[in-house]
């Protein structure tokens, strides 16, 4: 596995991370 590749998925599992905690974030909103 070469470098680029691993960037790839780290920058693929933050951004997922990021989709999940906006979507957290959406429905922690809509509880107020």
């Known amino acids: ?3 680029q590749t ?3 998925q780290n920058n693929k ?3 997922d ?3 999940e905690n906006d979507i957290m ?3 922690n909103w ?3």
């Open 25 to 27: 974030q959406t429905k």
């Open 6 to 8: 691993i960037e790839d």
């Open 30 to 32: 809509n509880q107020h």
């Open 1 to 3: 596995m070469d470098i």
């Open 17 to 19: 991370i990021k989709k």
């Open 13 to 15: 599992l933050g951004l």
